[in-house]
């Protein structure tokens, strides 16, 4: 029993770590490259006997780092707050009101949850065209939310099902109108919901590459994920450069996930499991 | 971030209050129009359109030309079409069945773990990937499958040197390396909600189990699985859509080479619209695509809702 418990261990200890190595040397294998003699060929993964911590800040330059961040941000700062509210505010009539068709409408938009983009790129690009906003960080924008939509309205009204309906009752009594009771006593109980939400879809616009690669031109006025296709398209040849540029460019991400980790993981389990 | 005032529909409802709160309020549709709006004309509106184009020849630009059923018959019989979408399906084995498999393995073994350091480790790196642009992901792999790449180094430290190769290049190998940058992806999504999914599982089911003799395999098969269902349903359409609208990995590590050896549907929409003009073409690949997924995903749902 006690050899045969060890034996398990061992293997349980040792088949984790592999997964776990499986998982960061993909980056590990970046980052030992991006410190390499720029224009150099390095091998995959070795420690440079001179590391060019330079190369950072060349990549910065040319991968035009600043004005893809701002892009980034003004992109996520159009889609984020705009989808969250509307999802906050459908989720909690389909959840909590008589909606007339509620049925109907959140039908509709759970076969939303599937839809592939590619599904709706090509005419969404002639839309966007006919619209004159080809081009313009709007023709993101507005199509992010519509397809973030359904799995933010999916994600609310779940939460807002949740509720205790007392709570409702209770604020009726006392002579509050729905728009009262939703403002002062759900929104505040579904602070951990909607900012979760908030999360999810700053990943999701910030990552997003499809349609910025369509319908923007100019890699200055597309996401960082579309900056970065960009970015892999002139310097693909260049594997330092390349590299360099490609931490520099994920690293918001992965910074943003580290600090909401706890909240995020814990977060995203509860929602998708609803 | 998000202010409430800023709903503008969310106003509304204060000046008109439902009169009777049992019975339908058409103020209620204020709360959810601007959601719906956006997404009626987004998605739904595109989407009937894509329907719509499927049965013309246009080239974007030019007038259209009725085109009948030959757009959805090149799907079955042009080869570069059927193999997109079989491909497709193959990789349905590296984004689903492996990371979920894996996936339990990971969870379950993380959860015999004390909580702590390693534990807390073992999860978050594992779900790093997840949270990459997966424009990076492919970057990252398409360096580590190359000729100078860890993969080849790898196998010329060991020996192995008449197996390395320019893995994205080769005829056999392309696909399943693009698969692998799926397991890569998906892997700590699916360990994580596994994981949360076993934290949910009643401790008395764990204890009985152990009082009986099982011992780690069988307490796996015996309490573990049979406890995971939801999550496995989530785990498992997540990824099959995942697989079947695959672009950003395919676009940025083989564009669909060598041949058609990678392509996928996704990728294949994308080429036809936007370099080929093809945009009839593009379309009925693209409604096919979309029954696809539905198809495949309907029946998962129905075993997730089922006792």
Known sequence: MTTSGLAHRVTRTGILLALMLFAVVPLLSMFTTALAAPGSTPQGLSWPSDPHWHNFVDAWSTANFVALFRSSTLIVLGVVPATVAMATAAGYALAQLKVPFGKAIYGLLLVGLTLPFEA????LYY???????????????????????????????????????????????????????????????????????????????????????????????????????????????????????????????????????????????????? | MTDPS????????????????????????????????????????????????????????????????????????????????????????????????????AASFIRELKPGAFSTTARVLLFVPQVLPLVAAGIAWTWMYSSDGLVNQVLRAVGLDQYTRAWLGDFTFALPAVGVIGVWVMLGFCTVLLLAGIGKIDPSLYEAARLDGAGPVREFFAVTLPGLRRELVVCTTFTIIAALASFDVVQIATQGGPGYQTMVPGVQIYRLTFLQQHVGQASALAVFLTIVVLLVIWPIQRLGRQK
Not at chain 1, 120 to 123: G, Q
Not at chain 1, 156 to 174: I, Q, S
């Open chain 1, 120 to 123: 709706l790129i090509t005419p």
């Open chain 1, 127 to 274: 839309d966007l065209r006919s619209m004159g906003l080809l081009g313009t960080r709007l023709a993101i924008v507005l199509p992010l939310i519509g397809l973030l939509m359904p799995f933010g309205v999916f994600w609310m009204r779940a939460h807002f099902l949740g509720t205790e309906p007392a709570l409702t009752e209770a604020a009726k009594v006392d002579g509050a109108n729905t728009w009262q009771t939703f403002r002062r006593i759900h929104l505040p109980l579904a602070t951990s919901a909607w900012s979760a939400l908030s999360v999810l879809f700053f990943l999701a616009s910030w990552n997003q590459y499809l349609l910025p690669l369509v319908l923007v031109d100019d890699p200055t006025k597309r996401t960082v994920a579309g900056g970065l296709g960009a970015f892999q398209g002139q310097h693909g040849t260049d594997i330092v450069l390349l590299c360099a540029g490609s931490l520099l460019i994920i690293l918001p991400s992965l910074v943003i996930f580290l600090i909401f980790q706890r909240n995020f993981v814990k977060a995203l389990m509860q929602g998708a499991v609803k």
């Open chain 2, 6 to 105: 800023s709903v503008p529909a969310a106003r509304q409802p204060a000046a008109r209050r439902p009169s009777a709160r049992r019975r339908r309020s058409w103020s209620a549709l204020l709360w959810v129009a601007p959601a719906f709006g956006m997404y009626a004309v987004f998605v739904l509106f595109p989407m009937l359109q894509s329907v719509q184009y499927s049965f013309y020849h246009w080239d974007g630009i030019g007038p259209a030309t009725p085109a009948g059923l030959d757009n959805w018959k090149a799907i079955f019989t042009r080869p570069e079409l059927l193999q997109s979408v079989v491909n497709a399906f193959v990789l349905i084995i590296f984004y689903t069945v492996l990371p979920v498999g894996l996936g339990l393995v």
